[in-house]
């Protein structure tokens, strides 16, 4: 048995979590949007043809703003194709994924997709092979109220109100050489400027996202931030992150401490951020929006054969990792590593929300659904991931992996909700065979009491859930409790955990 106590302290804040830490996102790759979340003629589908029990599964995950529409598909897409009477769109091929584009999803119909989940949209611009104008005239049609051209064809498409979207991406990943329209940062930033610029002239009340690296092994990584941030500091409001994690060495242990990266990862973002601040004497401190994070790994090689062998497909089976107990313990501690940045990432985007990296899986041509292990973190943090991020002290046995030295047993985060008077704690323990006892001292609470602690672990790290199996689920745990104002829980070796202590307000 493994012992591990946390120290914590309600004055020790590191920032309330802003909601949009629990994004998604939706790219028009794969089964996502087709046979995904739309799926015309299925007995689910509502009269717009969109799935309902996809829609019943998204829903308890409170999802409060969904990137759109890609990921690498924008940096080919034609925004005005996806408009318009159904019908009459042209069907189009997507040169990032070699697929065929049908268009019969576009903005409109993801706008009220979206409005039936209370998320708003973040809207993506295509800057590889299109610009200024572009991203200035899908602006004009999704925010500008009416009076002119790209206003009034939205009304004429039925959408007389503006659809107000607030959080727009200046590109995706144009750092990529597999990004269609690549560019150096020089590039980048240039053309990100100019379009900033000219998109806030239309509604000032709009938030941009400069693009940063695509992950951190990048050989442009950091520079790329520091010249693009040379060019936009002044006219953005945060800078993207993206980063896939995954066993790709075959070393469980080495895997389960990948984490390590993503925090090394925010820390030099952050310093590239106020280095540039710094350089330039400025007041303003940018925030991060880490808009694609997530485990990616399992369907790597085979989706290029696939594509290689045959492509030009309508909606192919793309990118449908399907994930193990190991997998859902990473995920859980990259959540909290987020979380434990809640003063810099202001939005994150689990990426994907439905079939492609996905938490929610539908069966091909238009089958039943279910539930990755992914999901169970992920609903437990939008259900309990509120109020303030406390900066704890953590004392716990380390181990070493191949790549990795001191990796912590234990990763943790700990949310403090005042008005509910509820301190939660999320916690990963790391080890493969033996249990944790997670100890902390509650004495700055008063009158604290158990609610719960559900956790999620099995014997086979390999399990997985799928259309027919649970494999794993949350469960709670007798043994854990609170006496006297200390909390004792024991964490199952790897495993996901939930505890939520009452306190008297
Ligand atoms: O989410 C899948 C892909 O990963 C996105 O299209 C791209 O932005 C990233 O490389």
């Known amino acids: 048995m493994l012992k591990a106590t946390l120290s914590l302290d309600p004055e020790f804040k590191i920032s309330t979590v802003d909601r ?35 829609i019943d599964l998204i829903k308890p995950l409170q999802i409060p703003l969904i990137r759109y529409p890609g990921g690498n598909f924008v940096s080919g897409f ?10 009459e769109r042209p069907v189009r091929l997507d040169r990032a994924w070699r697929t065929v584009e049908t268009n019969q999803v576009g903005i409109d119909e993801f706008s009220s997709w979206c409005r039936e989940l209370g998320a708003e949209v973040m809207m993506a611009v295509n800057l590889g092979t299109r610009g200024i104008d572009d991203a200035c005239n899908l602006l004009e049609y999704c925010n500008h109220e009416s009076g002119s051209y790209y206003s009034d064809l939205r009304r004429a498409h039925g959408a007389e109100q503006p659809y107000r979207i607030k959080t727009w991406c200046l590109g995706n990943e144009m750092d990529g050489p597999w990004q269609i329209g690549h560019k150096t940062a020089d590039e980048y930033g240039r053309l990100a400027l100019e379009t900033a610029r000219a998109m806030k002239k239309i509604d000032s009340e709009i938030q941009l996202v400069a693009t940063g690296s695509s992950y951190p092994e990048m050989p442009t990584f950091p520079t790329w931030e520091a010249t693009v941030l040379d060019y936009l500091y002044d006219d953005v409001d945060y800078l993207s992150l993206h980063q896939y994690l995954g066993d790709t060495t075959n070393n469980l242990e080495d895997y389960l401490a990948k984490s390590l990266t993503t925090e090394h990862f925010i820390h030099s973002v952050v310093s590239t951020c106020d280095y540039v601040k710094a350089k330039k004497r400025s007041g303003k401190k940018l925030m991060l929006s880490f808009d694609e994070w997530n485990i990616w790994y399992h369907s790597l090689g085979s989706d290029d054969e696939r594509i290689a062998k045959e492509p030009w497909g309508i909606a192919p089976p793309l990118l449908e990792d399907i994930y193990t107990m190991a997998d859902a313990a ?23 929300l439905v079939n492609v990296i996905a938490p929610i899986m539908t069966e091909p041509n238009g089958g039943k659904t279910w539930l990755q292990t992914i999901y169970w973190p992920f609903y437990h943090a939008a259900q309990y991931g509120h109020g303030t ?5 953590v004392s716990c046995p380390k181990y070493d992996s191949p790549n990795f030295t001191d990796v912590p047993y234990l990763e943790s985060t700990v949310l403090l909700d005042e008005e509910q008077g509820v301190l939660t704690v999320f916690a990963v323990n790391r080890s493969l065979n033996d249990s944790l006892v997670l100890s902390a001292d509650l004495a700055a609470f008063e009158g604290c009491s158990l609610i719960e602690h559900v956790t999620m672990y099995s014997g086979d790290p390999n399990v997985t859930n799928g259309p027919d199996k649970q494999g794993v689920s949350p469960v709670r745990v007798a043994e854990s409790g609170v006496t006297d104002n200390h909390l004792s829980a024991v964490l199952p070796p790897l495993s996901w955990n939930v505890v939520r202590i009452q306190f008297k307000r």
């Open 389 to 393: 991020v406390l900066r704890t002290a």
């Open 20 to 54: 949009r830490m629990y994004g998604s996102f939706i790219e028009h790759l794969g089964r996502a949007v087709y046979d995904g979340i739309y799926c015309p003629g299925h007995p689910a589908s509502n009269a717009r043809g969109f799935r309902t029990d996809v």
């Open 330 to 352: 990473v995920f859980g501690t990259m959540l909290i590593t987020l979380l434990n940045h809640a003063d810099r990432v202001k939005i994150a985007c689990l990426a994907q």
């Open 78 to 87: 034609r925004w005005e194709d996806s408009v318009g009477p159904a019908k």
